[in-house]
């Protein structure tokens, strides 16, 4: 079955920064793009960030370039999200997603919660 | 301001069919073939259940179907089931790499 699972949400103050991963198994994840998407508290969904299998491309959402940074480590099956100079409209829930077909995101972690205050 | 324009609300009674709308631009729906349909339920992680406009991933019923027409999508679930209360939102690809999606539509079983 596939897994997804994040860790290192937490709270940070606005200009603070936070590193997200998600370690993954059950797919053979070199093989895949894969994403980061987020739900503010009460809110719809939101994508983030996108990345090739070889980690050649890279695709952010307006809102978040110049500021975060998606990466993988294919040797250890593993996606991160590293986010600098945060925003308290940065506060959400991130998921990581292994992408499917058509810009689809195919499966789902059960997402990490960032909270941006101060 | 969502991308992509859904009601924010629908329902039916069990056994009924629903229809959903996800309306965008030809930057986004109407210029690509790569619509898709996530279902949440509270305090869960969303699902897909519709990739490419109309293709269904294992597992998902066939209750689920979903179509395009122009610069609009839509989810229609037949046959409605108490389970399948839960948010939806549907997504595009728009230009130039870029995912969009739409505000998310609660739907209700009567």
């Known amino acids: 079955d596939v897994q997804l699972v994040e860790s290192g949400g937490g709270l940070v103050q606005p200009g603070g920064s936070l590193r997200l991963s998600c370690a993954t198994s059950?797919?053979?994840?070199?093989?895949?793009?894969m994403s980061w998407l987020r739900q503010a508290p009460g809110r719809g969904l939101e994508w983030v960030a996108t990345?090739?299998?070889?980690?050649?491309?890279?695709f952010y959402v307006d809102s978040v370039k110049g500021r975060f940074t998606i990466s993988r480590d294919n040797a250890k099956n593993s996606l991160c999200l590293t986010m600098n100079t945060l925003r308290v409209e940065d506060t959400a829930m991130y998921y990581c997603?292994?992408?499917?077909?058509?810009?689809?995101?195919?499966?789902w972690g059960q997402g990490t919660l960032v909270t941006v205050s101060s | 301001q969502s991308a992509l324009t859904q009601p924010p609300s629908a329902s039916g009674s069990p056994g009924q069919s629903v229809t959903i709308s996800c309306t965008g631009t030809?930057?986004?729906?109407?210029?690509?073939?790569?619509v898709s349909w996530y279902q949440q339920h509270p305090g869960k992680a969303p699902k897909l259940m519709i990739y490419?406009?109309?293709k269904r991933p294992s597992g998902v019923p066939d209750r689920f179907s979903g179509t395009k027409s122009g610069n609009t999508a839509s989810l229609t679930v037949s046959g409605l089931q108490a389970e399948d209360e839960a948010d939806y939102y549907c997504?595009?690809?728009?230009?130039?790499?870029?995912?969009?999606f739409g505000g998310g539509t609660q739907l209700t079983v009567l």
């Open positions: 997603a292994k992408d499917g077909p058509g810009w689809s995101r195919e499966y």
């Open positions: 059950g797919f053979s994840f070199s093989s895949h793009w």
């Open positions: 990345i090739k299998p070889d980690g050649s491309d890279k």
């Open positions: 030809s930057s986004d729906v109407g210029g690509y073939n790569f």
């Open positions: 490419e406009v109309t």
């Open positions: 997504s595009s690809y728009a230009d130039t790499n870029n995912l969009v």
